[in-house]
């Protein structure tokens, strides 16, 4: 094994031991994802540490055990219909992209979302549609999906993204405070929806008509 390979290995190893996961279906899907090419070169060698490292137009890739923490709170089942809002680096929706033959992924900033499928496609996800565009309003157009994920923070849950999950459907969301935030996993049920806290997080803010002012 190299020692890119094994140095990723140690560090999704080390992510499930503090996080306590048993998720063993994602563990070896994150095994596979080269998180040192979704990250500028000259910040490579720090790709296999459990940290957010900056990417372009100011904004970041997050950290390893909050995208575990994520998707294994969103539980994408195989086939499930996925939307991702806040597409950055490309590194969560590599992920994404394993459990679904279809994966949406929205981007508000165009030079991100050109590199990001740049290099997925490069690394031969061909299930991903990518947009340009105010996330913090859906993808209404594609609607109903089984799981939302959104990977910027929110000041409240937007009711536009609520309305775009299926019944029985999932939503993650960082919403309160523009620096610091908690996350919310938002269940579809019948007549309504059931909300649960899962923790402190921070993220950049999600910025458009249902998310922060720029
Ligand atoms: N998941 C990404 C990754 O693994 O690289 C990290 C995403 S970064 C923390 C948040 C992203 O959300 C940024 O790229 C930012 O431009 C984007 N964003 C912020 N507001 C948005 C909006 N209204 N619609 C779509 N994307 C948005």
Redesign the pocket.
Known sequence: MDAVTTARRMMVEAVWKRQGLRNEELQAVMETVPRHL?VDSALAAKAYQDI?LP?A?E????QPSM?AIMTNALAPRKGDKIL??????????AILAHYTPRLYT????AA?SKR?QGLLEQLGFRNIIYKT?????GWESWAPYDRII???GAPVVPDKLKLQLAEGGRLLIPTGGRESQNLLCVDRVAGGFREDDLGECR??????????EK
């Open positions: 979704f957010s990417i137009a904004q970041t890739i997050s995208v991702e809002i806040g597409t950055g680096s490309g590194y969560q929706t929205v981007e508000r900033i991100l990001a565009g105010d996330g913090s309003l959104v990977t910027a993220f950049v803010p999600l910025l458009g008509k249902e998310g922060w």
